[in-house]
């Protein structure tokens, strides 16, 4: 059953998503060269727990090891953090999340290491550009099949990307996974009816080759069947009378990564 969140409701889980914004914030001003995933989960874990938050991954249905899922290359999704240094040319996919005061915030961002191959960057930008499309779906009235229409439109038809199917979005609150699923891909017209209140979390994982993959045998990590590099953006969204707002801030993100002289920025984009 779908959960409607109230305006206090929302604000608390605004509250957890822009300290999710801040998390990933601090993590652009690290990420460089030889730096590792164990050592931006490890700042990331002190910064929310610091915030009297908790990490909401670590310890996902028992098993998962991080605060932070870290997806590089060709990892979709639900990347272990490692002692694996960062290279020249990485794209590394940051997925946080946190509960705090009773309600979850979720984002992700995908980040360039230094200079990458000219058809990655355009993979990272159609994909946070089918974001974007996407959550200008979510409008009283519509349906989350509209969501799903736009991204995979975008992404697949227009730019030749792969949009991955076994991989969703979803709702979010005082669950971290609630009801209703938001795929990426999907038909006008089809699907739940939006509506004021509604607060999910929209996020597009596009692939650079096939739109396959496969689940490595730790039974999280998601890789691309054909190894070529994939990228991840997610915004968790409320729907209010007037349209889609999103709780999550990437500008904070972005205004450390254009301070980061080791990172690569991404044409503008609020």
């Known amino acids: 059953m779908i959960h409607y969140k ?3 409701e929302i604000e608390k889980i605004r509250r957890s998503c822009l300290l999710v914004s801040q998390t990933h914030a601090h993590i652009a001003r690290m990420l460089r060269p030889g730096v590792t ?17 908790i990490p909401a991954f670590k310890g996902y249905q028992g098993t998962f090891p991080g605060t932070l899922c870290v997806s590089v290359n060709e990892v979709v999704v639900h990347g272990f953090p490692t002692d694996e240094p960062f290279r020249e040319g990485d794209v590394v996919s940051v997925d946080c999340g946190v509960l705090w005061d009773g309600f979850y915030g979720d984002s992700a961002y995908t ?29 009283p009235g519509a349906r989350i099949g509209d969501i799903g229409f736009a991204i995979q439109d975008y992404a697949e038809r227009q730019n030749g990307f792969g949009v991955v199917r076994e991989l969703v979005g979803h709702g979010i609150g005082r669950n971290l996974h609630e009801p209703p699923e938001v795929p990426n891909y999907g038909k006008k017209g089809r699907g739940t009816v ?23 045998s730790d039974g999280w990590t998601v890789i691309t069947r054909d190894r070529k590099p994939s990228a991840h953006f997610e915004h968790t ?12 801030d990437h500008r904070l993100i972005e205004a450390e990564v254009a301070e980061n002289k080791e990172l690569s920025e991404m044409s503008a984009k609020s």
């Open 37 to 53: 995933g164990k050592q931006i989960d490890r700042e990331a874990e002190t910064l929310i727990r610091d915030h009297g938050a």
């Open 194 to 216: 939006i509506r004021e209140g509604l607060v999910i979390a929209i996020e597009p994982m596009i692939n650079l080759g096939t739109r396959h993959v496969r689940q490595l």
């Open 111 to 139: 980040f360039m290491i230094g200079e990458v191959a000219e058809e990655t960057r355009r993979l990272l930008e159609v994909t946070r550009e089918s974001l974007w499309r996407g959550i200008a779906q979510a409008q």
């Open 6 to 8: 109230t305006d206090e």
């Open 237 to 248: 969204i409320a729907v209010r009378a007037n349209g889609p707002e999103p709780l999550s």
